[in-house]
């Protein structure tokens, strides 16, 4: 499962790497997930707290929860993983782990 960051999806979005995890013999799945609601620093605050937590669960949760739990998780923004796996548990990897071999298709 493949969701980028939302600068990411903003300047180039995911076809590119999309491609290159399809090249590496991977299904590629790119859930519209959103926003994480991480924003770089803002979800860490105390005060954004719960509305970074449902942001993430308008679409990124929902589509984790979907996803069967040996599923990887590629999200390369540092933001986007911590909101991952600080609201879910679940692992998630930078597009860089997987073509160097650390995860298998």
């Not at 903003?10 to 926003?35: H, Q, R």
């Not at 979800?43 to 719960?50: A, W």
């Not at 796996?85 to 692992?91: D, F, I, K, V």
Request: neutral net charge; charged residues 20%.
């Amino acid at each position: 499962m493949l969701h980028g960051h939302c600068h990411q999806k903003a300047l180039f979005g995911l076809k590119s790497e999309a491609d290159l995890l399809n090249a590496a013999g991977y299904t590629v799945t790119a859930p519209d997930t959103g926003c994480c609601g991480m924003a770089g620093s803002f979800g860490f605050k105390p005060r954004h707290l719960e509305t970074s937590r449902r942001i993430a669960a308008r679409a990124l949760l929902p589509a984790l929860d979907a996803a069967p739990p040996d599923t990887v998780v590629v999200a390369d923004g540092f933001s986007c993983r911590e909101q991952i796996e600080g609201l879910t548990g679940r692992a998630s990897v930078h597009l860089a782990e997987v073509l160097a071999g650390q995860h298998r298709p």
